[in-house]
């Protein structure tokens, strides 16, 4: 019995000492770039504060005294970052004064050792690490924030508010009564769309910053690989900005078009290898056929030879990505009412219906129902076409909203095209 309790005793103590070194290790990295920098507070003083957190933390949790020794060792840090922020003031000497950033370090590395010291190793290393990262690329971040226009500053303090305040504080369902059909609707979805197109935008604007505008239609594709629906969002705002970035705007959604083909041919592949089923080999020729076509028109929709110098107004519009995600609601519930509508449809209207929100989640529930034998290879081949026939369609449906006429019908004539190919080569397949 005593044997038990010592083994105890020691992998607890074991358990804690290693808490203590691991303290002890991420303070000292905290302060090597304090150290690097020269500053009075360096290697030494940081490892020392995380060390000391760490014994005031382990005696509130393992005994009854420490709690106020915790909160006395906070203070004691804020006050010694505080006295030597003012040290360096007087001396004037921005080498040997320690900088008010250093002294909200000191509380971050007290702060890191607490936090490894209860068990939250993950969120101690986390902090420490991006505390580190932060320290390390003070020029980097200073230059980028001086770089900004007030339109870039205000465009990114907006999208903080869409993505941070606003999509929080939504409901993830809910049910919009019309007449007798009850239609539910998931609002946080919906208002994803509208961070995904401001989201877009900004990348996007940092692209044709660097590329000119080829950037636009190579953001195309790689946001087609996330959300291709809102790639059309951000092209309606940079067609509005600038109408002689339309045949680059047109190529871009041809792209997220092939982007959109790639990743649910992708899902189709993977999610059937070793399932215990047939590998979906039916969706390779028509959705290859989508990408390859796509890829085709957009060599020839746009001038790749040439980056064309563009200077975009903003990184997005608050207006045109609230506009769209107005749009794009209205679709979604026409969607709904479609599949209330057809019911006797079934599972091949749900796919329509979901590939206007996202054709990679009709793919996937497709494939999903294949694996448990609900659906054959065929009727899940024709399920995932379908919602990519879908997502297609609301692409070009929501580009004609566009008031540049060319810009818009060119979207329509190319997206045809593609689902042209599509059809044709599952003709050629079944024949």
Same mark, same amino acid.
């Given at each position: ?5 010592? !083994? ?38 940081? /490892? ?5 957190? $760490? ?10 005294? @420490? ?12 006050? *010694? ?16 004064? +320690?900088?008010?950033?250093?002294? =909200?370090?000191? +509380?971050?590395?007290?702060? =890191?050792? /607490? ?6 190793? %993950? ?12 320290? =390390? ?17 205000? /465009? ?31 609002? !946080? ?11 877009? @935008? ?43 970035? #339309? ?19 992708? %899902? ?24 390859? =076509? #796509?890829?085709?028109?957009?060599? &020839? ?5 040439? /980056? ?14 609230? #506009? ?15 599949? &209330? ?30 694996? @448990?034998? *609900? ?11 379908? #919602? ?5 369609? &609301?692409?070009? +449906? ?6 540049? *006429? *060319? ?17 044709? $080569? ?6």
């Amino acid at each position: 019995m005593n044997g038990i309790t010592l !083994q105890v005793v020691e992998g607890t103590l074991d358990e804690t000492v290693v808490r203590i070194a691991l303290a002890g290790a991420l303070g000292l990295f905290l302060g090597l770039e304090r150290e690097w920098s020269k500053r009075s507070a360096g290697i030494r003083t940081f /490892s020392l504060i995380s060390l000391l957190a $760490a014994v005031f933390t382990i005696l509130v949790l393992e005994t009854d005294i @420490g709690e106020g020794l915790l909160v006395l060792g906070g203070l004691l840090v804020i006050v *010694q970052g505080v006295l030597l922020a003012v040290r360096g003031l007087i001396d004037d000497d921005e080498e040997s004064g +320690l900088s008010l950033t250093t002294s =909200v370090s000191m +509380l971050v590395a007290y702060g =890191v050792g /607490s936090l490894v010291a209860a068990g939250f190793i %993950i969120e101690g290393v986390t902090v420490a690490v991006l505390s580190s990262l932060l320290l =390390v690329l003070k020029r980097e971040l200073h230059e980028f924030a001086w770089g900004l226009s007030r339109e870039e500053m205000r /465009s990114t303090t907006e999208f903080a508010i869409l993505a941070f305040v606003i999509y929080p504080l939504l409901p993830p369902e809910y049910v919009l009564e019309l007449g007798t059909t009850d239609i539910p609707v998931e609002p !946080q979805v919906i208002w994803l769309m509208v961070v995904a197109v401001a989201g877009i @935008g900004i990348v996007n604007y940092g692209i044709v910053s660097s590329y000119g505008g080829r950037g636009i239609a190579v953001t195309g594709f790689f946001g087609g690989l996330a959300a291709s629906t809102a790639v059309v969002g951000t092209m309606l705002d940079h067609v509005r900005q600038r109408p002689e970035a #339309a045949s680059y705007a047109v190529a871009a959604i041809i792209l997220a078009d092939a982007a959109m083909a790639v990743r649910n041919l992708a %899902i189709a592949l993977a999610f059937t290898v070793g399932g215990g089923v047939d590998i979906l080999y039916e969706a390779i020729v028509p959705l290859g056929a989508v990408i390859v =076509v #796509a890829f085709i028109v957009a060599g &020839v929709t746009a001038n790749w030879r040439e /980056s064309t110098v563009m200077e975009l107004e903003s990184p997005f519009s608050m207006k045109n990505a609230l #506009a769209f995600g107005a749009v794009f609601l209205a679709v979604l519930v026409f969607g709904s009412l479609a599949e &209330v509508w057809f019911g006797t449809l079934g599972f091949y209207v749900t796919a329509v219906a979901s590939g206007l929100v996202s054709s990679a989640g009709a793919t996937t529930s497709a494939v999903v129902l294949y694996r @448990g034998g *609900q659906l054959g290879p065929t009727e899940a081949t024709i399920a995932i076409l379908l #919602a990519t026939v879908s997502s297609i369609v &609301v692409k070009a +449906l929501l580009a004609a909203t566009s008031s540049n *006429q *060319q810009f818009k019908n060119q979207v329509a004539t190319y997206s045809a095209v593609l689902l042209l190919g599509g059809a044709l $080569a599952s003709v050629v397949l079944v024949i």
